[in-house]
């Protein structure tokens, strides 16, 4: 079975950079899509950036130019870098994959566990 886990996040000053990654392990053929979430207290969850295999990425526009999502297939795992990072962007994110197990076609789509980020002088 695949699983996802991810690392990266804690506290950055406002201006400051992170990374987030998140590794999958198991059977995987390819990787049909990674996208990148992110809660604040008290709000919805929202989609900040995507990865399909087919079409690319996108981002959300209050993230745009500020982050980025990439892959390093070799290791199985994807990232995504935040830079110039505002009080805003304070929130839970998540990693959500889909992901390619079978030649047959089969998917297996998960969550990490979540990482939290926070932006504070």
């Known amino acids: 079975q695949v699983q996802l886990a991810q690392s990266g996040g804690g506290l950055v000053p406002p201006g400051g950079s992170l990374r987030l990654s998140c590794a999958a392990s198991?059977?995987?053929?390819?990787?049909?899509?990674m996208d990148w979430y992110r809660q604040a207290p008290g709000m919805q969850r929202e989609l900040v950036a995507g990865?399909?295999?087919?079409?690319?990425?996108n981002y959300a526009d209050s993230v745009k130019g500020r982050f980025t999502i990439s892959g390093d297939s070799a290791k199985n795992t994807w990232y995504l870098q935040m830079n110039s990072q505002k009080t805003e962007d304070k929130a839970v994110y998540s990693c959500?994959?889909?992901?390619?197990?079978?030649?047959?076609?089969?998917?297996?789509?998960?969550w990490g566990q979540g990482s939290q980020v926070t932006i504070s002088s």
């Open positions: 959500d994959g889909e992901f390619l197990i079978d030649s047959d076609g089969a998917t297996w789509n998960g």
């Open positions: 198991g059977r995987i053929l390819n990787i049909n899509s």
């Open positions: 990865f399909t295999r087919d079409v690319g990425t």
